[in-house]
């Protein structure tokens, strides 16, 4: 029968329309989350993902952990996998990244972190010094604790580093810093 041929069409455009719709809707629901989880602003995606949010805010582990040498000397030091292995060598060892890092640990291969922060070669700067005197690691590097991963906050120029030592009463003599 003729209008049982057209009627299926007609059901089968209306579901193909339907479901076209349905793909549009999940789509654009998909990019509004993937937006509100991956905002903008994030800072370079490096090799092997690490969080500091989950780290230091969820499970509470000093930044003194890992960057060991920030209360002795002027860097603070991008830790070495070794001090990663301290805890992953027991902890969600199959996760895929954590996978990764031991994977790479074993065959005794550096990690190349892209870099985030820097001052210029020609400045100065020590952060243990800046840590005795009080100075948060936040006020120069921001809320590091609540980031998946780390922008930086702000561009270390030297209007920024003189506003600071006019405001806690610090030295200004050129030398301190450009030695």
């Known amino acids: 029968m003729p209008w049982q041929t ?18 549009l809707l ?5 990019l509004v989350l993937f937006h509100v989880v991956y905002p903008a602003g994030l800072g370079p995606r490096q090799p092997i993902p690490f969080s500091h949010r989950v780290h ?6 000093s930044c003194l952990m890992c960057h060991t040498t920030v209360m002795e000397g002027r860097h603070a030091g991008i830790p ?19 996978l990764e890092l031991r994977q790479t640990f074993a065959k005794g291969k550096p990690v190349i972190w892209q870099r ?19 100075i948060d690691c936040s006020y120069c590097h ?6 998946d991963r780390v922008v930086a906050a702000r561009k270390f120029e030297m209007g920024f580093c003189i506003d600071c ?13 450009h030695r």
């Open 80 to 98: 070495p996998l070794q001090t990663c292995m301290l805890c992953h060598q027991r902890i969600i060892k199959t996760y895929p990244y954590i």
């Open 56 to 61: 230091v805010h969820v499970k509470k582990i």
């Open 142 to 147: 921001g809320n590091v604790t609540m980031m």
């Open 116 to 134: 985030v922060n820097w001052v210029s070669e020609f400045v100065y700067f020590d952060h243990s010094m800046h840590l005795r005197q009080g």
């Open 165 to 177: 030592h006019r405001r806690k009463n610090a030295t200004h003599d050129c030398f301190t810093c």
């Open 26 to 30: 999940l789509t654009a629901i998909m």
């Open 6 to 23: 057209e009627r299926t069409r007609k059901r089968t455009g209306l579901a193909s329309a339907l479901a076209a719709v349905v793909v």
